[in-house]
């Protein structure tokens, strides 16, 4: 069974990057199986889908942040990330990676979520 | 692509039934049999209740269903218990423009 867990910076500055990465367990990020996604939650507010990935290269962003958002794959660590330019107070929340099925148009599983605060 | 519009808030005694409804466009909800579905405890990431409109993983209580009519999607809860009080995403296939898009939760309370 497929494990995801976000790491990077709980803190980052008002113009700067959001980097973070997801360290996939128990499966191969090179599997045809799944889109490698990022979904975010600002506080006390719903959910957003950021990006997600195929193991081909194929990128898919939301159009609203695509101006700002790079997903990147690493799979000689079995990893996939996410970089979101140009952050602002808005851009706070908790970041979430999961994998969305290629056969099956769904969200799981997920990682616990990671916590990024934008503030100077 | 907006968010998908969910009720805010409803609520059931135990034992009732609750019906989650879940609005969209011909865009999303009503162009795609790819509703899906995610219950979301404080503090928890997201678990997946039903995808495709319908199905339901292996372990998912069968208290849970799914359906769908034209651009409204819905969730019922039926024999509502303590532990289903939480909030509740849906969640559509929106196309190879925006792909993918949530709804904007609806909080389950069990009186």
């Known amino acids: 069974q497929v494990q995801l867990q976000e790491s990077g910076p709980g803190l980052v500055k008002p113009s700067q990057t959001l980097s973070l990465t997801c360290t996939v367990s128990g499966g191969s990020i090179s599997s045809g199986d799944y889109y490698w996604s990022w979904i975010r939650q600002p506080p006390g507010m719903g959910l957003e889908w950021i990006a997600y990935?195929?193991?081909?290269?194929?990128?898919y962003y939301n159009p609203s942040l695509k101006s700002r958002v790079t997903i990147s794959l690493d799979t000689s660590k079995n990893q996939f990330s996410l970089k979101l330019s140009s952050v602002t107070a808005a851009d706070t929340g908790v970041y979430y990676c999961?994998?969305?099925?290629?056969?099956?148009?769904?969200?799981?599983?997920w990682g616990q979520g990671t916590l990024v605060t934008v503030s100077s | 692509q907006s968010a998908l519009t969910q009720p805010r808030s409803v609520s059931g005694s135990p034992g009732q039934s609750v019906t989650i409804s879940c609005t969209g466009t011909s865009s999303d909800v009503g162009g795609y049999n790819y509703v899906s579905w995610y219950q979301q405890h404080p503090g928890k990431a997201p678990k997946l209740m039903i995808y495709d409109v319908s199905k339901r993983p292996s372990g998912v209580p069968d208290r849970f269903s799914g359906s769908k009519s034209g651009n409204t999607a819905s969730l019922t809860i039926s024999g509502l218990q303590t532990e289903d009080e939480s909030d509740y995403y849906c969640c559509s296939y929106a196309g190879s423009y925006s792909f993918e898009v949530f709804g904007t939760g609806t909080k389950v309370t069990v009186l």
């Open positions: 990935i195929y193991y081909s290269g194929n990128t």
């Open positions: 999961a994998t969305r099925g290629y056969r099956y148009v769904r969200f799981d599983p």
